[in-house]
């Protein structure tokens, strides 16, 4: 602490005022341990703070808008990070700004086909996210322009002003040659942005679970009527949460560059079984008819073309009947040092808003399974 006395001229009012001593807090100073030099040789403060915390990455996030965008928001928000925010829709937007102290969270309207507002959101950064995907075409963007021109189109932005990292957010059973419109796409798009920058990271999550998700959401709803596999493909579903700590332990961990991961959950389900393991915890039974797929493409295809929103594609169809291969090559959450949660543990979490008024506090489907059996008494037949 350091000491500064008042001067003792003092006249009128303040002559009447005693003097005290003012303690001055000693000002923090930072040591070369916090500074961290990137691939690049740019010098970086990394810190364990919160929210208000100067220093940190400059981290642009493109597809920050969807499901995955706001977990890796608020976690490099949450660290003192600034987050450039890419965005075409200022409703979309939103909530995200919450998500860091003011100032953290920059947002740039941007175009996927205008090369201009891609370097702009970039050029400040050190690490640039790619979420950006769809698992169904528009009519204004196919899967090829959003998968593999529109990814060549931000890595040659990453590559132009020589960024520290690049993340690209691919798919499970990426592979250029695959059945499927959107698997193949995938594929390509990692092969485009590989040679374009060989520093990428490829990121091949599993089918992922959360608030906002296309899987327990989906089989608790009443619109998911028709299926065309009798609901028999398999994979490992992963939490969102996690996908979220992983990529934001890629942007402090330069030996995650040129590494490909595939980030899935700790068990194997068909859809069949998470479909009974929905209508366990929602208290009800939703129905499933099963068609042929050339009938259900082209019933899914009419429907694409006539509606505005998100629902169903042909290209879904084809899906339902490749199961998830992992690629034994590939790194995974124990390269990473997290335990992924298992599907079981948060479909009450999840999915409680969608049981009925008169059985909306009962609590979750294995804690009722539990009581059920201690009504009975097990008898062995040898004793």
């Not at 929210?51 to 499901?67: D, P």
């Not at 490749?322 to 999840?350: M, R, S, V």
């Amino acid at each position: 602490m350091h000491k500064l006395w008042a001067s003792p001229a003092c006249n009128g009012l303040r002559a009447a005022t005693k003097c005290h001593p003012i303690r001055i807090k000693s000002i923090s100073t930072r040591g070369l341990g916090d500074v961290s030099v990137t691939r690049t040789g740019r010098p970086i403060i990394r810190i364990q703070g919160g929210r208000s915390s100067l220093g940190g990455h400059t981290a642009t996030v493109f597809g920050a808008t969807g499901f995955l965008g706001r977990y890796i928001v608020h976690r490099l928000a949450s660290r003192g990070c600034t987050v450039v925010v890419p965005f075409r829709d200022d409703m979309a937007k939103r909530h995200l700004k919450v998500t860091g102290d003011l100032g953290r969270i920059v947002f740039m309207e941007f175009d996927l086909r205008n090369t201009p507002s891609l370097e702009e959101s970039v050029r400040h950064s050190d690490v640039v996210y790619n979420l950006v995907g769809r698992d169904y075409p528009t009519k204004n963007f196919d899967l090829e322009d959003v998968h593999v021109e529109g990814a060549e189109r931000i890595a040659e932005a990453v590559a132009k002003y020589d960024i520290d990292r690049f993340i690209h957010m691919s798919s499970y059973n990426a592979d250029k040659n695959s059945a499927s419109a959107f698997y193949r796409t995938k594929g390509r798009g990692e092969e485009v942005v590989r040679s374009i920058f060989p520093e990428t990271t490829i990121v091949r999550p599993a089918p992922v679970f959360g608030f906002e998700d296309r899987l327990l959401h989906k089989l608790a709803g009443q619109a998911n009527l028709f299926t065309s596999n009798h609901m028999q493909e398999r994979f490992w579903p992963v939490h969102c949460i996690d996908i979220g700590s992983a990529l934001s332990v890629m942007a402090e961990d330069d030996s995650t560059a040129a590494e490909t991961y595939e980030l899935y959950g700790p068990k194997n389900y068909s859809m069949a079984e998470i479909a009974a393991l929905v209508d366990r915890e929602i208290i009800k039974h939703r129905r499933h008819i099963n068609l042929p797929p050339r009938v259900l493409k082209r019933l899914f295809d009419i429907y694409n073309r006539l509606i505005w929103w998100s629902q169903t594609s042909a290209d879904s169809v084809e899906r339902e009947f490749i199961d998830q291969k992992i690629d034994p090559k590939a790194k995974t959450f124990k390269d990473l040092g997290i335990e992924p949660g298992e599907l079981a543990n948060y479909t009450f979490h999840y999915l409680q808003n969608y049981r009925s008024s008169s059985f909306y506090d009962l609590p979750p489907a294995t804690e009722r399974e539990k009581r059920e059996e201690k009504k009975y008494l097990h008898v062995i037949d040898d004793q």
